[in-house]
């Protein structure tokens, strides 16, 4: 399966180098460990900025790029110890950060005291304030000192930019590699998904299917997830974020997944939701049809030129004439849509980007309010749904409990949308043919 090669990531700093101002440098922090108790930490999972443009996944490091004059790549990596490597494992060390990650300098994190000097030799200092609050420290005691000496020198401060200005945009178009990274991820969440529909039954826990579905994506080499597993059954399905996953699924309602595998860091999403006891009832069935109406046409929006804003109003617009059609809401389209008289059933956006982090860097618009274009290499999902939960209630009791959410992985092409998720079963017949 295809991995990030050290090629692209190289090829990624070039194109960053490219769009950095001349006599500036830009820091990069990877992610420290963190504790979860006595001498055990968290999972580490590096910084999502840092892996795309080193590939490390060693806690504590750090990226630095200077453009002055020349151009200059340089990695500061915890100090290699083998008293230390025999309990957590071998360090990079200098000379691998040089040789295999093909950094031009190299120092250990001990060693700071090098990036102080590199830091005010620059008119320019991209980083982002917070991420370190070692490099926080650095950076502020070195502007103190610096304006000890300002009304000798005249020299100004150096002006300090948030890099994801640069680094954003370069992540919001994917590459070929990226791309097949993605549908390796998308691939191991789809035998994830159809060992959960084979395996759903009443009696069955929620917590049951989710750990035969993340068994396949384990089994197909997948580290962790893209997030934590939603799985949603009955009235546990009208709650967007459920994480609980420990109730029993029941006859008659429905079960939502909503999950991810992750493969070398980049993240599927895919939801599907379909009836526990194999078949939907007739009212399941009325707000399935509509939301599978909406998730189909809004993926047709998915073309260069629309904006990400595009797939929404058409999934949104589809909504709310369903909701008229079943006599829920009665209000002209406009109308509802203008009060946001469908909250109550769709109170979440159609659309976020995907790469790296389940919800992506990117921008969605400008200051201006003006959304962002489709462009080629783009991923985003579409992921219209209906909750008939405790607000929709107070409007109409005849669909209670029944949630849906129906989402794919959308690729952004020249000839038109890819639904890379295409492959996961979607239609009710094709859920019900499982029982």
Same mark, same amino acid.
Not at 159 to 167: A, M, R, T, W
């Given at each position: 399966m295809k991995k990030i090669s050290q090629k692209e990531f190289q090829n990624r700093r070039k194109n960053l180098f490219s769009n950095m101002e001349e006599n500036s440098i830009l820091i990069v922090s990877g992610e420290e460990e963190k504790v979860r108790n006595n001498d055990v930490n968290y999972e580490f999972r590096q910084s999502s900025d840092f892996w795309y443009l080193t590939g490390i996944e060693e806690p504590e490091a750090l990226l630095i790029l200077i453009k002055k004059d020349s151009e200059k790549y340089i990695l500061f990596t915890q100090e290699k110890k083998v008293e230390e490597e025999v309990w957590t494992g071998y360090k990079i060390g200098v000379e691998k950060a040089k040789s295999f990650y093909l950094a031009d300098l190299a120092y250990n994190t001990n060693q700071l005291d090098k990036l102080s000097e590199l830091l005010f030799s620059c008119e320019k200092i991209y980083y982002n304030l917070g991420s370190s609050k070692k490099l926080d420290d650095l950076i502020f005691t070195g502007l103190d000192n610096f304006k000890r000496i300002k009304s000798r020198t005249g020299i100004p &401060? #150096? %002006? /300090? /930019? =948030?890099?994801?200005?640069? /680094? =954003?945009? *370069?992540? %919001?178009i994917k590459t070929h590699d990226e791309i097949e990274v993605i549908k390796n991820a998308i691939d191991l969440t789809e035998k994830g998904f159809i060992e959960a529909f084979k395996y759903s039954a009443p009696g069955k826990y929620e917590y049951e299917v989710q750990q035969i579905m993340e068994m396949e994506f384990r089994l197909g080499g997948s580290k962790r997830n893209g997030y934590p597993s939603i799985v949603a059954s009955g009235k546990n399905s009208c709650i967007l974020h459920y994480i609980e &996953?420990?109730?029993? %699924?029941?006859?008659? @309602?429905?079960?939502? $997944?909503? !999950?991810?595998?992750?493969?070398?860091?980049?993240? !599927?999403? $895919? @939801?599907? @939701?379909? #009836?526990?006891?194999?078949? +939907?009832t007739s009212e399941q069935t009325d707000i399935y049809e509509l939301v599978l109406e909406a998730n189909t046409k809004a993926i047709e929006e998915c073309k260069v030129g629309n904006s990400i804003n595009d797939p929404h109003i058409k999934a949104l617009t589809i909504l709310v004439e369903g909701l008229k059609h079943l006599k829920i809401l009665d209000k002209s389209t406009d109308e509802i849509i203008e009060e946001k008289l469908y909250f109550p059933f769709y109170m979440h956006s159609t659309s976020h980007w995907l790469g790296l982090d389940v919800h992506d860097s990117g921008k969605y618009k400008d200051r201006d309010e003006n959304f962002t274009e489709f462009q080629e290499g783009m991923v985003l999902t579409i992921e #219209?749904?209906?909750? +008939?939960?405790? *607000? !929709?209630?107070?409007?109409?009791?005849?669909?209670? =409990?029944?949630? /849906?959410?129906i989402e794919d992985d959308i690729l952004i092409t020249k000839s038109g949308p890819k639904n890379l998720s295409e492959k996961i079963p979607k239609s009710i017949k094709e859920l019900e043919n499982f029982y």
């Open positions: &401060n #150096p %002006l /300090i /930019i =948030d890099p994801s200005i640069l /680094i =954003d945009s *370069m992540r %919001l &996953n420990d109730q029993k %699924l029941t006859k008659d @309602t429905l079960i939502l $997944i909503d !999950a991810g595998s992750e493969w070398d860091y980049y993240s !599927a999403d $895919i @939801t599907r @939701t379909w #009836p526990v006891s194999g078949k +939907f #219209p749904g209906l909750y +008939f939960g405790d *607000m !929709a209630q107070k409007i109409s009791k005849k669909y209670k =409990d029944i949630g /849906i959410r």
